[in-house]
């Protein structure tokens, strides 16, 4: 069987902040400018590669505000080496039109979503057509996608944009198994098994338990020769009982399971070869 690009190694992805979470509920959740650079320089030294980041207005309220974006690219290309990849989806309640705008920010990924999913008790809406017109201004812009699956008929789906729609920039395939999620894919091995099954040839693939399967769905991804991804927007506990203490300790644990499954961590160069972003 042929390696995926890359599987010498292991992309960890940390995702710090999402748009759930209060941060009346979670103090150490990083929602200013200030606090997401300071966790975004801790977790590249623990061994991230890349960023996927959801940003607060000053209420600490997700927004998708143009200009915070702008500032937020801006100021973690400066003071990192990350891949700053921005969110698309929001928050569930945001407007398409919002998410679409964020394309404008000019980051060197974002995330692109491939359908709709129940989440939790609310829908996380991702028309066919809105999907496609993602995918159509990541291609103008040079943006590379991370395709976000949190079911496997998105999987599906990622196959038939490809092939109406074309590869998107950087001529590499790249998704991410968002597992666990109330209304989605389980967070478990056989499922991710089951995905990996359906995923375009050539692609990598990350993989992202949510909760309580943050744990398996590592270890699931790390054997199976995928990416990682971590953070406070996925889990908020560290181990039974225990709440996590800040973004770069789940990067660390990532780091030191990826250093015994012989995969040890991407630097950001390494990876922007391997996905076709801008160096
Ligand atoms: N906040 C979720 C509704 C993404 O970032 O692209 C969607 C989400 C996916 O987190
Ligand atoms: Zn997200």
């Known amino acids: 069987r042929q390696r995926r ?32 650079v300071r966790t975004a320089r801790d977790c590249e030294l623990a061994g991230a590669a890349m960023i996927h ?11 998708l505000d ?15 080496k990350l891949i700053v990849q921005l969110s ?9 039109a919002d998410r679409l705008r964020v394309l404008d920010a000019l980051p060197d990924s974002a995330s692109c979503t491939m359908g709709t999913v129940n989440f939790g008790d609310d829908v996380f809406l991702n028309r066919w057509e809105f999907v496609v017109e993602l995918h159509r201004r990541m291609q103008e812009r040079g943006i590379v996608p991370e395709y976000e699956i949190f079911d ?20 590499h395939v790249h998704l991410d198994l968002v597992m666990g999620v109330p209304g989605g894919m389980p967070g478990d091995a056989e499922t ?4 990996l099954r359906m995923i375009p040839d050539g692609a990598t693939f990350s993989a992202t338990g949510v909760g309580r399967t943050t ?19 996925d889990t908020l506990s560290y181990a039974r009982g225990e709440r996590v203490r800040d973004n770069a300790q789940l990067v660390a644990r990532a780091a030191g399971l990826a250093k015994i499954a012989q995969r040890p961590p991407l630097a950001p160069d390494e990876v922007r070869t391997i996905l076709g972003v801008r160096q």
């Open 215 to 233: 744990l398996p769905v590592l270890l699931a991804s790390l054997s199976a020769g995928g990416h990682v991804r971590v953070g406070m927007e």
């Open 53 to 63: 980041v959801h940003i607060r207005d000053d209420n600490a309220r997700p927004t």
């Open 192 to 195: 991710l098994v089951a995905a």
């Open 152 to 171: 496997l008929g998105h999987l599906a789906a990622l196959r038939r944009l490809l092939d109406e729609h074309g590869l998107p920039a950087g001529e």
């Open 88 to 96: 698309t989806g929001g928050a569930v309640t945001d407007p398409e």
């Open 5 to 36: 690009p890359g599987a010498h190694g292991t992309l960890i992805t940390v995702a710090p902040t999402g748009a759930e979470h209060a941060k009346a509920d979670v103090e150490n959740l990083p929602v200013t400018l200030d606090e997401l």
């Open 66 to 80: 143009l200009g915070r974006l702008r500032e937020t690219v801006a100021a973690l290309r400066s003071e990192t």
